[in-house]
């Protein structure tokens, strides 16, 4: 016979440490909730950002040149770091490099010898980016692709063990594809602005958006988690 457990009605519910031990206090400063972490995790990434300087200059160069420039560097540029080591990428993708703010994590977690592959439409974006990467002596390990996704992923051959998907979603229902295709058995892809609507109810791309989350999540060659800050990981199985 199967006997189910079942708690009981007034079973106690887990509760976070801090409540269940009421009576202690937190050293000062020490973050409180779920926002306070988020503020904690920004603040120290940002002191510890080598690039920092790049992520700045994204923004710099995105106010002077207006909405139709989508130059946003990643908030998650130690974590690119992280991933890209972590799973000793040596055969990276990126789609969309901006000012090269990403590619510099990526390069970076990947050292000494990984190569970055980097796609991207403007080429305004592509000088400052190359002058970016000969300045921090990566200009051999990342390779600039002109022109817009669709027009250069069907040329690229892979595999890849890491993708970097970044730029605007407008070709995200196409690139997907390719992704997958690109991507080694076990490699990491990681998509980024799939959470439009956090930032402005009236920018576009947010049904792509919708309709990408749905098909990585249904794709059964995708095994995919989304962290806390809407990043989404698809591992190809
Ligand atoms: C969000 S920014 C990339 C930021 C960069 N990954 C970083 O973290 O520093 C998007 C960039 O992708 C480029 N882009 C947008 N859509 C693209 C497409 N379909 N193909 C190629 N590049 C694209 C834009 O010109 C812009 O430079």
Redesign the pocket.
Known sequence: MCVLYRPAAHARVARPMRYIRGAMTLPPGEPDSPHAVAAWVRERSREHDRYAA??DA?DAHRIEHGPAC?????SS?PLLGALAAATHAKRIL??????????LWLADGSAPHGIVDS????AA?IDLARDVFARHGIDTRVRLHH????EVLPRLPGPYDLI?S???V??YADTLEHSVRLLRTGGLLIT??LFLGQYTADVSGIDQAIAYRDRIIDDARLRTAFTPTGLALSVRV
């Not at 796609?119 to 403007?122: K, L, M, T």
């Not at 022109?147 to 669709?150: D, K, Q, R, Y």
Request: net charge negative.
């Open positions: 790049i992520s994204s989508t130059v946003y560097a990643t540029g990126e789609i969309g490099t901006g000012l090269g703010y990403s590619a796609i991207e439409r403007d974006h022109g817009s996704a669709i970097f970044d730029s605007d407008d070709e980024s602005n």
